[in-house]
T-cell receptor, first 112, second 112 residues
Framework: EPEVTQTPSHQVTQMGQEVILRCVPI?????FYWYRQILGQKVEFLVS????????KSEIFDDQFSVERPDGSNFTLKIRSTKLEDSAMYFC??????????FGSGTRLTVV | RKEVEQDPGPFNVPEGATVAFNCTYS??????FFWYRQDCRKEPKLLMS???SGNEDGRFTAQLNRASQYISLLIRDSKLSDSATYLC?????????????FGKGTRLSVIA
């Protein structure tokens, strides 16, 4: 089964700028997730996405964040106005139905 | 109490040693349990699921104690390639496709 792929692998952006992180391609799974990991910290849940809608979100996922599936395959995470503390690895994951998740290789976001 | 708690380590062991990691979780409703492995600046990768009866996969043995809300991972005959951070992961509650919650991880260094 295809692995989960993410682009870009690394993005540097200025504080206050918008960034869009992409998760492609998507196979025929219904549940997808975005997680982030600040350097040296644990992997944290951001949002789950089921059948083209947000299923659940954490307190981290505030109004600055949004998710979309614009064309039925790509799955995007947008951060509207980045802050320094948004610097982290962002992982997309698909649910393997009680067999855990398969994660993408991640996007390293650096906000300067 | 943290949702998932692990000894951060590091555990520094010689090749061939047996090493054990422990993990406790706070939510008694959790039903799915996993050990993931994460290499530096890489995505988490599923090592093994953890079942009530305990399960083994080659040199790796996982145990679950629901009464104590305790999970363990035993690695026998450690290899240099086992050096990584081992993440204890549980689901948040007993319903389908709920987000997984990650421990901060235990770092293992296997030394020649």
């Amino acid at each position: 089964e295809p692995e989960v792929t993410q682009t870009p692998s690394h993005q540097v952006t200025q504080m206050g700028q918008e960034v869009i992180l992409r998760c492609v391609p998507i196979s025929n799974h219904l549940y997808f997730y975005w997680y982030r990991q600040i350097l040296g910290q644990k992997v944290e849940f951001l949002v789950s996405f089921y059948n083209n809608e947000i299923s659940e979100k954490s307190e981290i996922f505030d109004d600055q964040f949004s998710v979309e599936r614009p064309d039925g395959s790509n799955f995007t995470l947008k951060i509207r106005s980045t802050k320094l503390e948004d610097s982290a690895m962002y992982f997309c994951a698909r649910d393997n139905n009680n067999y855990g998740y398969t994660f993408g290789s991640g996007t390293r976001l650096t906000v300067v | 109490r943290k949702e998932v708690e692990q000894d951060p380590g590091p555990f520094n062991v010689p090749e061939g040693a047996t090493v054990a990691f422990n993990c406790t979780y706070s939510n008694s409703a959790s039903q799915s349990f996993f050990w993931y492995r994460q290499d530096c600046r890489k995505e988490p990768k599923l090592l093994m699921s953890v079942y009530s009866s305990g399960n083994e996969d080659g040199r790796f043995t996982a145990q679950l104690n629901r009464a104590s809300q305790y999970i363990s991972l035993l690695i026998r005959d450690s290899k240099l390639s086992d050096s990584a951070t081992y993440l204890c992961v549980v689901n948040r509650r007993n319903s389908g496709n709920t987000p997984l919650v990650f421990g901060k991880g235990t770092r293992l260094s296997v030394i020649a």
